[in-house]
């Protein structure tokens, strides 16, 4: 009989075939019994051999011829066995060793394809930092430049400012040109006149522009935490932080912020209120855990400014401390930044910054206009790294009545259906703006994860400048 003996190379090592294993096994064993029964045969013989000779030389009765041949056999069988035993030992080691053998091989080709895939990987990695740091060294080169142009455009319209201010002065020393009158017509404007006002309003502009600026550079800004509270529970979660620039003589804080806007000085004020969120970010919970701080910033911090390096190196600063910090935006800006121009290049840093911010740790929190309805692309805004959605009650309370009376609302979404909405995406939705027991009463069919305003005031809120 011919038999073929295949081998298969899987993992750096040779393995039998089974059909060669199976046959190779039942020849083994067969023969096996064969040699021991043949073994077996002749000792009996030779037992039976020595009796009967021992009992003719030595006229040995029949009993002591038996127990010769008996003892014999036995000796002969002990001896067999422990020899075959050796053998059957020593065969099992062989295949045990060659088992080894074969282990031990694939055992290093596993190790080398590990080793290519290591090295793989690596080169990977490196191929994906290249590419990142070129991207980011783009990116910082084509922001450098747009810092300097909105620099030499600001310094371009403080020169402007200064023009308008030198021809108001010549115009007030103009001398009151009127019209002479006519018996019966009626008063004619002075253009004049009008030009006058207009520098004056200009001059008053000017005055709290200077005003404003001197505040920021002394640091003059105060800030309170405003405490925002779980629901039902109203256990403190968090803390609002507010700023407010400390100019002398106003209190109008929305004229300053629409003054900081026209001339480019909000990010200053968002990067004071982040450096001073940081310092207080060890404000404690009840349970001893630090209390997040959400601060409200503008769009105009994540685009190209004067103030742009600064801002993201105070980010850079806290990165250990991201998880404490939520970033609020406004939603009008944020959404019609990211939807209107998506594919504009702004529109793309934009979503770039805010991918790295995330990345550092921070979460971010959109300040939803009810006015422009309650509907928003809260999937785009969670990719990018939003996780909260905090809006005022009071539209919403009183679209609850208003279908209560079955009357229409300006929503086209269910207020009670918003946060389940925001909660498809892993957004949290927060109330703001709750005076009363009885808002929060009614703010409970909201389901809100959040709340805050006067009814939660606590010990968290604190001011300091």
Known sequence: MVCLKFKLFSNGCFLESSTWQIFHGHYCRYMDRIITTLIFCFMLATAMAIAVGARTIFDLPLLASILIAGFLLLIFSLTQGLAMQRKHHARLEAEIDSLAEDVATARKGWNAWNSRLKVCEERVDLLAEDLGSAEDYQARTDIAELSALIKDMVEAMGDVDIRLQNHGRLLTSLPSQRPPEAPVAKPVADPDQSAADAVEDRNIDATKLSALRRALNSN????SYEPVVRMPRRQVWAGFATANVQVPGERDQAMLRKVAAENGLLPCIDLLTFSQA??????????????PIICQLNLESLLPNPFSDAFEEALETQ?????NFILEFPDRAITSQLAANARDSESTALRARLRRYARWGYSYALHKNARVGLAADYGMLAELGFRYVRISANPLINALNAIEKGEKTPFDLHPADLAGLAGRYGMKLIIGDLENEAMVLEALELNASFAMGYAFETSLARRAS
């Open 220 to 223: 003059a800004v105060s800030f």
């Open 278 to 291: 940081a310092k207080a970010s060890t404000i404690k919970l009840p349970d001893g855990e630090p209390a």
């Open 319 to 323: 990165r250990d401390n991201a998880q």
